[in-house]
């Protein structure tokens, strides 16, 4: 079952900004950054606030898209998590102040995830499509299609995150910039969501 729709966020984002340098690792994933030709990454942190309001619209729509990747139904689990993923950055435009446009989203979301390259896409695809074998097929795709989606929706929440609060809109987004930091990014996220997922096993073990 799909998680249930949540409301919007609509804070307002603050002026006050600082800054740090650190080496980027998996636990950076609700934090903005950017990569220097010496490998150091440039963060520049939200406010606490907004910061708290940040994660938890990421993580919401990373568990949206782990809960929608193991739809029993060839495509519209894809569809699902696109939903998720568009949510995702409508929320976040909003926590930053940013004007939002979803047709401008959908490009950028499909410009991004086409950086993978086919072998993750078609991953995707056959992690789809295997659902038409009854049983087995399900079986099949619920071990893999989950993940991808949750890590895609993790790595697409950081990358606009960082964007964002580097003072970015959606105008001035550039996925052609993007594309060697998100595919590194969601190699990363693939563990996290992993992880993620069999805690949420083990939670519906316990219940």
């Known amino acids: 079952m799909a998680p249930s729709t949540e409301q919007t966020v609509t804070s307002e984002p603050s002026k006050s900004k600082t800054k740090s340098k650190t080496k980027a690792t998996p636990d950076n994933e609700a934090e903005a950054g950017r990569t220097s030709a010496t490998g150091e990454v440039e963060f520049e942190e939200p406010e606490p606030d907004r910061a708290e309001v940040v994660r938890k619209i990421i993580r919401r729509n990373v568990y949206w898209a782990l809960g929608l990747g193991a739809i029993p139904f060839p ?15 409508r929320e976040l435009s909003a926590a930053y102040g940013v004007e939002f446009s979803e047709s ?3 490009g950028l979301v499909t410009s991004l995830i086409s950086s993978l390259g086919g072998m993750v896409l078609s991953y995707s695809f056959i992690a789809s499509v295997v659902k038409v ?14 993940v991808v989606s949750g890590a895609l929706t993790m790595t697409m929440g950081n990358v606009f ?8 809109t959606l105008l001035d987004f550039d996925p052609e910039k993007m594309r060697e930091h998100f595919k590194a990014e969601f190699e990363k996220n693939k563990l996290i969501v992993e992880e993620l ?3 949420q096993a083990g939670d519906a073990a316990k219940a």
């Open 75 to 89: 495509f519209v689990d894809a569809a699902g998590v696109a939903f998720a993923q568009i949510k995702m950055i």
């Open 133 to 146: 074998v009854p049983v087995v097929g399900y079986a099949l795709s619920i071990f893999t299609m989950p």
């Open 104 to 106: 401008r989203t959908k």
């Open 161 to 168: 995150m960082m964007h964002f609060e580097s003072g970015g």
């Open 197 to 199: 997922r069999n805690e």
